[in-house]
């Protein structure tokens, strides 16, 4: 059970996933006044509540039966383990160049949870195993590697979508029933939740914005020039998503999330000799230095 507290208000919040995935795992929604809800953010919520409610607001997540398998167990394992034709010091390499790209970066989320952060981070762990697929795996396994990731991918980000429903229907479950200034708050949580069922949700939209920014990152070069471009793009994504709301606190926001991602990057093909090419520059953010 995970439990956050908004501007003395309660609420629990039981987390039922409504998309189905392969994988359920146990994330914190921590900094949640900062999850959207179509250009409101659960922070403006609260704040139309009254003043003097003695009530405190809490999002709790009470996680469905603990998955003891990891994500490489559920995804890569059965796989890999069939594979024939492949050398078994071959197999374990990969399998260790996986398991690598799936660990989960502490650090990046260490500050809290947003839709847009997590998304993020999801499609750059796509291009982590994508790289490894094209670049240090047997030619055989390639493709079938790259549909695994895929999948693995597809369901990181539905599960993303899921948090953000559970909060508006934790909502509105609360608030259904209320009069006065409530109603407007339960009409706003009924509509979040009627798009994300449409698929037309602000989450989902932008998730499919920053799948098309990544989609032009390709291993030819100028990687680096690539990358940015896509760190710009999540930016300016995020400034229309806000629209009125963004100002030098959200914009401070993201270019902290843009860096943590710059340095989870080089973190990780740093640890390859044979990714070196991929490593980005120092000039601004990120913790390891460019070779030329």
């Known amino acids: 059970m995970y439990i956050n507290t908004f501007n003395n208000q309660s609420l629990h919040l039981n987390n039922s996933l409504r998309i189905e995935s392969n994988q359920t795992t146990r994330e914190d929604i921590k900094n949640s006044a900062s999850i959207k809800l179509d250009k409101l953010t659960l922070s403006d919520v609260v704040g139309e509540m009254r003043k003097d409610a003695d009530l405190r607001l809490k999002v709790t997540e009470m996680k469905e039966k603990e998955q003891n398998d990891s994500d490489y167990d559920k995804y890569y394992s059965s796989f890999l383990g069939k594979l024939e034709g492949v050398p078994e010091e071959d197999k374990n390499q990969l399998t260790e160049l996986i398991k690598t790209a799936l660990k989960r970066n502490g650090d990046y989320f260490s500050n809290g949870w947003t839709s847009d952060k997590e998304s993020m981070y999801h499609l750059q762990t796509q291009e982590k195993l994508n790289l490894i697929a094209e670049k240090l795996a047997p030619d055989s396994v390639r493709d079938e590697l790259l549909s695994i990731t895929n999948q693995y991918t597809n369901d990181k980000l539905d599960q993303t979508v899921n948090k953000s429903l559970s909060v508006y229907e934790a909502i509105y479950n609360r608030d259904k029933g209320k009069a006065g200034e409530y109603v407007q708050i339960v009409n706003r949580m009924k509509n979040s939740i009627k798009n994300i069922q449409e698929g037309n949700h602000d989450v989902q939209v932008e998730q499919k914005q920053y799948k098309e920014l990544f989609s032009n990152l390709n291993s ?33 926001r993201i270019d902290k999330n843009i860096q943590l991602l710059r340095e989870d990057w080089n973190d990780f093909v740093s640890q390859f000799e044979e990714l070196d090419f991929y490593r980005l520059s120092s000039d601004k953010y990120s913790k390891i230095d460019f070779k030329v």
Do not use: A, C, H, R
Request: proline share 6%; aromatic share 12%.
């Open 220 to 252: 030819l070069p100028p990687f680096q020039n690539q990358y940015e471009e896509v760190m710009t793009g999540y930016k300016e994504i995020q400034k229309d998503q806000l629209d009125g709301s963004w100002n030098k606190k959200t914009e401070s």
